[in-house]
Nanobody, 116 residues
Framework: QVQLVESGGGLVQAGGSLRLSCVAAGSIFSINAMGWYRQAPGKQRELVAVITSGGSANYLDSVKGRFTISRDNAKNTMYLQLNSLKPEDTAVYYC??????????WGQGTQVTVSS
């Protein structure tokens, strides 16, 4: 089992920045890729960014150049740096971890609200 706890969400004005953190606990050795998803009201959950155990990252097109995903394996922590935030980035952001056996784990979510 893997437990994920997010933090760092909040209210920010357009153009501002936030840094989200996701701390993993439990069977850390079983984790392969980790990622951030988001879900806005009335919309489907979407993948924002993903990073593999080797450090390769991929991003949703609309956040490329603004968001940066990183992973500190020594601290069992994943980060998402959100810069140049836009109102359309407003959503609940969820941390996700996928084990080598393709099992998915989810955090409880953290709200990001960007005011115009």
């Amino acid at each position: 089992q893997v437990q994920l706890v997010e933090s760092g969400g909040g209210l920010v004005q357009a153009g501002g920045s936030l840094r989200l953190s996701c701390v993993a606990a439990g069977s850390i050795f079983s984790i392969n890729a980790m990622g951030w998803y988001r879900q806005a009201p009335g919309k489907q959950r979407e993948l924002v960014a993903v990073i593999t155990s080797g450090g390769s990252a991929n991003y949703l097109d609309s956040v490329k150049g603004r968001f940066t995903i990183s992973r500190d394996n020594a601290k069992n922590t994943m980060y998402l740096q959100l810069n140049s935030l836009k109102p359309e980035d407003t959503a609940v952001y969820y941390c996700n971890a996928e084990s080598w056996a393709k099992r998915a784990y989810w955090g409880q979510g953290t709200q990001v609200t960007v005011s115009s």
